[in-house]
């Protein structure tokens, strides 16, 4: 474990890279050891730090893919409209990458969606339009509903659809993986990856496949989500699971599934910021805890963990002991024995 000594002194490059432009910064996102995580020590844990996007998420990477694809074929023009279902962070990334290719965009959202994230796609010049009504319960098929009827009012409209559209994948084996292969070639022995509509864990899976790489890709995914076979339930951690199969997630499979409870994501990022510093999302905290929940099998092995977005986001839900206890039924300091951590003294 690092005390931090090894750092004083030292002198960091004052000439980063200067961007062609905001979108230019997607992608070469960091990776950051993580010694202190885990219960032991001979485990090679490295995160890759999606957060640093541009746009605050690995959604960032698939938005800008979308768009700059429909672009090129002609699919989508200048001063036409975007429309998408999102809870958030694709809603962001795509907001932000058609702000700058001057496209209007509209965010189809449900009442699940967090203040802060509708709040940041309106400044990025988004319009927000918010169903209040769920489909025989299920808030995605009433959005995605309204983003058909949105389309159908409007000739120059356009859906990338991140659910089914290939494109999706398309730009995690060309961004997120390679850049991960690149730091680590031929040396990961398990890759980490929540799933939603499965967009990150596909791209990443067949990029190594016709790498010829032995990973093993670990599908990360909540308990309540329809994901492979999964029974539908009730879910409160954004960024994970799926309530309907969406289309790119039929007939997928990894080589191992873990499944995580809301409290066990929440955890998670407890223990993240305790032992690391390091303010991770919902999802994040769940990933972690499913490297966690498997270290005994990871001994003496090189472990990556895709760590979508920051806790910065969550700091009304995750992060917030009050929504904690009334939205999952846990106190801090059941939280916290979760977490393997000491409950503060009272």
Not at 182 to 209: E, H, K, M, N
């Amino acid at each position: 474990m690092h005390d931090g000594s090894e750092n004083v002194g030292q002198v960091f490059s004052p000439a980063p890279r200067i961007a062609g432009n905001l979108l230019d910064l997607v992608g070469q996102t960091p990776m950051v050891q993580l010694d202190r995580y885990l219960d032991i020590a001979d485990v090679n844990l490295i995160a890759k730090v999606e957060a640093l996007n541009p746009g605050g998420s690995a959604k960032d990477r698939p938005a800008r893919y979308m768009i700059e694809q429909a672009l090129a074929d002609g699919r989508l023009s200048p001063g036409d409209t975007v429309v998408e279902s999102s809870s958030g962070n694709m809603g962001i990334g795509l907001a932000q990458t058609c702000a700058y290719y001057g496209l209007k965009f509209i965010c189809v959202v449900d009442p699940n969606a967090q203040s802060q994230n509708v709040a940041i796609i309106r400044a990025l010049g988004g319009q927000i339009e918010l169903v209040e009504d769920a489909i025989n319960g299920d808030f995605l098929a009433a959005r995605l509903e309204r983003v058909a009827e949105l389309l159908g009012a409007s000739t120059n409209s356009f859906w990338p659809n991140q659910y089914a559209h290939t494109d999706n994948p398309a730009s995690h084996e060309a961004g997120t993986i390679a850049e991960i292969d690149a730091a680590l070639p031929d040396q990961i022995d398990y890759l980490f990856v929540a799933c939603s509509s499965t967009g990150t864990a596909r791209g990443c899976r067949d990029y190594l496949r016709r790498m010829g790489r032995a990973t093993k890709v670990v599908a990360v995914d909540a308990m309540g989500s329809t994901l492979f076979d999964g029974v539908a339930g009730p879910r409160k951690i954004s960024g994970m699971g799926a309530g309907r199969l969406p289309e790119l997630a039929r007939g997928q499979s990894f080589d191992e599934l873990v499944r995580v409870a809301d409290i066990t994501c929440v955890a998670g990022c407890r223990r993240a910021v305790a032992r690391e510093g390091f303010l991770v999302g919902g999802s994040g905290g769940g990933v972690l805890e499913a490297v966690r929940s498997m270290q005994d099998d990871l001994r003496g092995k090189t472990a990556v963990a895709i760590i979508h977005d920051s806790g910065a986001r969550y700091l009304g839900t995750v992060f917030d002991a009050d929504w904690v206890q009334r939205e999952l039924g846990a106190s801090e300091a059941d939280v916290l024995r979760l977490a393997g951590l000491e409950a503060p003294p009272t």
